[in-house]
């Protein structure tokens, strides 16, 4: 079964930014939309932004003109880069298939706390 590794987390300023990186140990050249995710505690996982095989994205509003995602097919691998980041984007930030598939077994997601 394909596993998922997210890196690239840490501790920055508020208007800093950080480059995540997901690398999946199978293909996700068959996977139509692949996602990033993101959990603050107390708080419900939330897509916060996809990317389908073809390059289309979409954000979730709070974070639109700040991050983009990407997908390197190649390689198995999906960034996500957030600029202009705000203590609002502190959670474990977590990638996955998105859509109506069914999501693969979660990561451990990787820490991003953003001070102010």
């Known amino acids: 079964q394909v596993q998922l590794v997210e890196s690239g987390g840490g501790l920055v300023q508020a208007g800093g930014s950080l480059r995540l990186s997901c690398a999946a140990s199978?293909?996700?050249?068959?996977?139509?939309?692949m996602g990033w995710y993101r959990q603050a505690p107390g708080k419900q996982r939330e897509l916060v932004a996809t990317i389908t095989n073809g390059g289309s994205t979409n954000y979730e509003d709070s974070v639109k003109g700040r991050f983009t995602i990407s997908r390197d097919n190649a390689k198995n691998t999906v960034d996500l880069q957030m600029n202009s980041l705000k203590p609002e984007d502190t959670a474990v930030y977590y990638c996955?298939?998105?859509?109506?598939?069914?999501?693969?077994?979660w990561g451990q997601g990787t820490q991003v706390t953003v001070s102010s």
């Open positions: 199978g293909s996700i050249r068959s996977i139509y939309a």
């Open positions: 996955n298939s998105a859509g109506f598939s069914t999501r693969w077994p």
